[in-house]
Structures are given as C-alpha cells and as structure tokens.
C-alpha cells in the first residue's frame, strides 16, 4: 500500500474486555513501531521489531500488553483485561533499514468505558 | 531514565521565525529527528541531525550540539498551516527511538 494503515481507527470497549488492533506497514519496511498518545500528550514507546530479531518490547506498560509481527510484515498489538487507563491512541510506525524516517499510521482511538 | 525537554507551547505571528529547542538525556545517542503532528493527525517527519550542525530543508531548518545535549528546529516564513504541534525525538540505539512531550506552535495572523 502507499502508506501505513491501521485498524479499527476508534475502538470502544468495555473494561475488563480484551482487544486487537492491527497495523499493515509500508511495503518493504523492516521495522515497525508501536506508541501510544494520551491526549495531548507525547509519544510512549511500547515495543518495536526488526526483521527476524526478537522484539524490544521494553516499553510495554504490563504483562496486559503483547505485540506479535507475522511473516514480517502486519503487526497485532493485544492488550488484554482492559483498563479505563488504557484509554488512548494508539500509533504504528514503520521504518526502511538505513533510514532514519518513521512513517506513522493513523492511529487507533481507543476508548475504555 | 531517559528525558527530553522541550517547551509545552510556543506563540508567533505570521510571517515570523520561530525556534523550538530540545535537550535531552539519554543513554545512547544516533540521531536527533523532528516531527509534526497536526491535531487529530498521524506525525510526520521533518528532519535529522546526527552530526552537530544544521540541516536545512525549505522553510524549516534544524540544528544539532551534541556536546551541550541540545538541538532546536527552525521554522522560517511561519504559516496559518504551520499550527501544530512538534516533537523531538532521539534513536538511543538500535532501533529504538524515545519522544520528547511536544511544544504545541500557535500561529497567529
């Protein structure tokens, strides 16, 4: 595709449920990056993977949060028993080797009631 | 721990220039880059420095010391369209890149 997608673009769910959202990077890119944004707020690292490496997932907030990359290409971040805390945007960036230029999906709102 | 700083907000008028500096502390250093994120929007990359000095592309320019920790980007010519708010952001290795909080840039007519 041209660019990076992601889905669902908004998300509501009740706490305690668990859910998926997906991420389809840029054709080619080797890494891929997941953030999270509060609300006016910057950009948390959560986890990312490169190539066929083990993910750094030192950024993940709990053991509630899982990421997984399948055949190196779409992405699912998993957070699990969902909190009202969790509540946010959540970012998916990929990333050609050599470059330094991050290309951003347009996020998915999620909203914890 | 890891930190940026960077100002929460910064006001200017049209037509003016306006300088958003960033400091950081980290445990590894590759690169210092710029986003701009508009409201509602997905950020989107403006620059990297990994060498000390600036690096200039159309309006916006970007400067880096990497002995003083410090960088700053330039925005020249300011624009209505240039309201938005902007992030530095430093790889620390890897591939692994921290955010800084944003400065959130209001441009008045």
């Known amino acids: 595709g041209a660019g990076v997608s992601q889905s669902p673009s908004n998300k509501v769910t009740e706490k305690g449920k668990d859910v998926e959202l997906r991420c389809d990077p840029i054709?080619?890119?080797?890494?891929l990056y997941w953030y999270r944004q509060s609300l006016g707020q910057g950009l948390e690292f959560l986890i990312y993977?490169?190539?066929?490496?083990?993910?750094?997932k030192s950024g993940l907030p709990s053991d509630r949060f899982s990421a997984e990359r399948t055949g190196g290409s779409v992405s699912t971040l998993t957070i699990q028993r969902t909190q009202q805390e969790d509540s946010a945007v959540y970012l998916c960036?990929?990333?050609?080797?050599?470059?330094?230029?991050?290309?951003f999906g347009p996020g998915t709102r999620l909203t914890v009631l | 721990g890891q930190s940026l700083e960077q100002p929460s907000e910064v006001t200017a008028v049209e037509g003016a220039i306006v300088q958003i500096n960033c400091t950081y502390q980290?445990?590894?250093?590759?690169?210092l880059s710029w986003y701009q994120q508009h409201d509602g929007g997905a950020p989107t990359f403006l620059s990297y420095?990994?060498?000390?000095g600036l690096e200039e592309t159309g309006r916006f320019s970007s400067f880096l010391s990497r002995s003083d920790s410090y960088g700053y980007l330039l925005l020249q010519e300011l624009q209505m369209k240039d309201s938005a708010s902007y992030f530095c952001?430093?790889?620390?290795?890897?591939?692994?890149?921290?955010f800084g909080a944003g400065t959130r840039l209001f441009v008045k007519a």
């Open positions: 960036a990929s990333k050609s080797a050599g470059t330094d230029t991050q290309y």
């Open positions: 054709s080619g890119h080797t890494a």
């Open positions: 980290t445990s590894g250093f590759y690169g």
């Open positions: 993977f490169q190539g066929n490496s083990a993910p750094d």
């Open positions: 420095n990994a060498l000390d």
């Open positions: 952001a430093v790889a620390i290795g890897g591939f692994k890149t921290i």
